[in-house]
């Protein structure tokens, strides 16, 4: 069994630490995405086409995969 750990924060009493933790790792990434869209922006196209181009190959390798096995 895990110990979950309460912390007291001022506007919303008790809470869990693990959701406190979720949150600022989210507005970190948020803010990092961000400043790397703006200082960036060549850089930033050039990552999210990759990654855009990497699921489109997975899903063509899932494609072939299922007309290989249904065929």
Do not use: H
């Not at 919303?12 to 630490?17: V, Y």
């Amino acid at each position: 069994m895990i110990a979950q750990i309460r912390v007291y924060t001022a506007g919303n009493g008790l809470q869990e630490a693990p959701m406190q933790v979720k949150k600022v790792i989210t507005y970190v990434a948020v803010a990092f995405v961000v400043f790397y869209l703006f200082t960036k922006p060549a850089e930033a196209a050039s990552a999210v086409n990759g990654v855009f181009d990497g699921i489109l190959q997975g899903a063509n390798q899932l494609a072939v995969f299922f007309t290989n096995v249904l065929t």
